[in-house]
């Protein structure tokens, strides 16, 4: 697992549990020995936008599933109930 992926990870089950998003989460990586770099609000707000856009995505493509699966059970019951 990457860098960018491993915060990713971690911002993604921080929202799980902290309300109003991005404002209340602060995230420090240590790479190395001695070396801790704190991610700014900007960094963390953009990547809170990526993994929402990813859960809308997600939210969209189970619609369509649905609307899907839902036309073809209206479909196989319409042709049921017109069969002689």
Do not use: C, H, Y
């Not at 929202?15 to 790479?31: D, P």
């Not at 020995?33 to 939210?59: H, M, P, Y």
Request: charged letters at 30%; aromatic letters at 2%.
């Amino acid at each position: 697992m990457t860098r960018d992926e491993t915060i990713k990870l971690t911002i993604k089950s921080l929202l799980e549990v902290v309300q109003t998003g991005a404002k209340n989460i602060e995230i420090s990586v240590m790479e190395g020995f001695n070396k801790v770099t704190s991610l700014d609000l900007a960094q963390i707000e953009g990547i809170v936008a990526d993994i929402e856009r990813e859960k809308e995505a997600e939210a969209e493509r189970k619609r369509s599933r649905l609307a899907a699966t839902a036309e073809s059970q209206a479909a196989m019951a319409a042709g049921s109930s017109s069969a002689p």
